[in-house]
């Protein structure tokens, strides 16, 4: 555990016990590189996320099956593994503070936004199967949104060169 002080990484537990309501345990630490004392708290986070989906069914939510879907839409495009891990974590943070159940229309939505930042192809490709576009209608619809929401991911992409979108229109 980082000092908080002078950011030594080394601390050493000096009294370990649960809290009052037996939710966390309280572990005070005394830093090896400036001696400072500080409290860490370790929880217990059990947030089991079901994903209803559109039928009214409900499965537990998988965070494997969230990257490969992520995965494949970005398939061939230059986008670092990594990248696709913080995506997912980004977006799998964003559901849990929702709460218990999510619906998979959300999921969907937040795939969609964080793509639609990082490579508007890999967006597309997702929208197309997500949305399981029916009429020429729906593709248009998905295309106009290109380049649209910027969110915290990746705006250094934003200058891609539009060819590509090009292709696939
Ligand atoms: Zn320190």
New binding site residues.
């Given amino acids: 555990m980082r000092?908080?002080?002078?950011?030594?990484e080394d601390?050493q537990v000096k009294d370990s016990r649960p809290s009052e309501d037996g939710a966390a345990i309280r572990r005070r630490r005394q830093?090896?590189?400036?001696?400072?004392r500080f409290t860490t708290f370790e929880r217990v986070q059990l947030r089991d996320l079901t994903v209803v989906k559109k039928t009214g069914e409900r499965e537990p939510f998988d965070r494997a099956k969230l990257e490969r879907s992520i995965a494949i839409a970005c398939r061939k495009r230059d986008i670092a593994p990594e990248r696709i891990e913080r995506l997912v974590s980004s977006i799998q943070r964003q559901l849990e503070t929702r709460g218990d159940e999510v619906q998979a229309v959300q999921i969907g939505e937040a795939v969609m936004d964080g793509l639609n930042a990082i490579d508007h192809v890999a967006y597309i490709r997702f929208a197309s199967v997500y949305k399981d576009f029916t009429e020429p209608g729906d593709f248009a619809d998905i295309a106009g949104k290109v380049g649209e929401q910027p969110a915290a991911e990746g705006s250094e992409r934003k200058a891609e060169k539009p060819a590509d979108e090009g292709k696939l229109l």
């Avoid at 000092?3 to 030594?8: D, E, G, L, N, T």
């Avoid at 830093?31 to 400072?36: F, K, L, M, S, W």
């Fill in positions: 000092c908080p002080f002078c950011s030594h601390s830093c090896e590189g400036c001696g400072a």
